[in-house]
């Protein structure tokens, strides 16, 4: 049975502090902006941009955030939204608006979720203007209409999707662990050499990353693939699954193919510094480098040489171009690599196999996960199931 919630303008039950239209002096430090472009996957990425602490006051006099309230992009993109999770201070750039439920009728973490349900972000452009770029103003999201049950039911229905999200974040909190430890092993082994005294071995020798891989070049059907078989650089690294996410198909008949034991990395700005391990067959956009080793030995060693930032910064130095700089291809091949012998890679692929292995598996999980709660809330929010309901399969 589908309970019946009542209905309000969302200006009703909550306030707002808009910033849509102004946009501060940017500075290199100091007290970070969050602007639009870094709202994605419901959560706010890590700021670039900055203003002078000096400044904060003067810029904030529209009103100050609090820790839990609901973020809106008003355009470029319209409809993102995330929560503010610091008591730090955050400034705030345009095209935002900064919602706070009201205290007796509306919780922010229930508006967080209703937010990223599909039948809200309909009446957000509903009411959206624009023909090139698409926007809504203030007025008109106080406007939008938002089902609202009662407090206790808000907040069990917030809490089963946050404990779902709470267990992604822990599981990416992990991968991030495992990850550091492989790239601890990977620097104490083959950049300090610390296992042999801080001196490389004499049957090792110094090379470039072209003499153990090339750039693959096979080429896949787009029609074999699905969404999920497909790497673009928009999705290699996305928050809201924590792995590779769904996307759209390219239309064109045939992209790059990748293989089990592939690395992929991003070769377009503003996504350098995003790589994936492959342990799946698929197809991968063309802003997206393909690196098949010469020998299967050598697969886990140069993921693991890709992954650090030694490597990132040498590629965006060689980049070209000036609207989207791309890595240079042969620059990249470039790179220097010291090579292992056969024991001491087959000692270091042992020890660092199983971390990559356990960060697939927490990948995968994730996904599940992911997938549990986007079925689960547009059924919680439309009432056509209750928090009851769960409580009673459990």
């Not at 020998?295 to 993921?303: A, D, W």
Request: hydrophobic share 40%.
């Amino acid at each position: 049975m589908i309970q019946e919630f009542e209905k309000y303008k969302l200006g009703n039950v909550a306030d707002f502090i808009d910033y849509r239209g102004k946009t501060p002096p940017k500075t290199i430090s100091g007290i970070p902006l969050v602007t639009a472009k870094i709202i994605k996957d419901n959560v706010i990425q890590k700021p670039t941009e900055f203003i002078e602490p000096d400044f904060y006051n003067q810029w904030m006099r529209r009103g100050i955030p609090k820790k839990g309230d609901v973020i809106i992009t008003t355009e470029a993109p319209l409809g993102e939204v995330a929560r503010i999770d610091t008591s730090e201070r955050l400034a705030f750039a345009q095209r935002i608006i900064i919602v706070h439920g009201h205290d007796n009728a509306l919780d922010n973490d229930y508006l967080f979720y209703k937010l990223q349900q599909s039948q809200m972000k309909n009446r957000l452009t509903t009411r959206s203007t624009g023909t090139t770029v698409t926007g809504i103003k203030s007025a008109e999201l106080k406007q939008v209409m938002i089902e609202v049950p009662p407090l206790p039911v808000q907040r069990a229905i917030a809490a089963t999707l946050s404990s779902l999200d709470a267990r992604i974040a822990e599981n990416r909190a992990i991968n991030h662990h495992l990850e550091q430890m492989a790239q601890a092993i990977f620097k104490a082994w083959f950049v300090d050499f610390e296992p042999w005294g801080g001196v490389m071995p004499e049957d090792w020798h110094e090379s470039i990353l072209g003499d153990i891989c090339n750039y693959n070049i096979e080429r896949t059907p787009v029609a074999a693939l699905s969404c999920e078989t497909y790497i673009s650089t928009e999705n290699m690294s996305s928050n809201k699954a924590g792995f590779v996410s769904a996307s759209s198909l390219p239309t064109i008949a045939q992209t790059t193919a990748f293989k089990c034991g592939d690395t992929l990395i991003s070769n377009i700005r503003p996504y350098f510094k995003k790589i994936v391990y492959c342990n799946f067959e698929g197809g991968c956009s063309t802003d997206v480098l393909c690196f098949r080793p010469r020998e299967p030995k050598f697969s886990v060693f140069i993921y693991s040489l890709l992954y650090s930032d030694k490597f990132f910064d040498y590629m965006v130095a060689g980049s070209k171009g000036t609207k989207m700089p791309r890595g240079d291809k042969q620059q990249i091949l470039s790179y220097p690599a010291t090579i292992p012998s056969n024991k001491a890679l087959e000692e270091f692929v042992s020890l660092v196999s199983p971390l990559l292995e356990q960060a697939d598996l927490l990948k995968s999980e994730n996904i599940r996960l992911a997938e549990s709660r986007d079925t689960l809330l547009p059924r919680l929010m439309s009432g056509e199931l209750s928090v009851a309901d769960l409580d009673a399969v459990k």
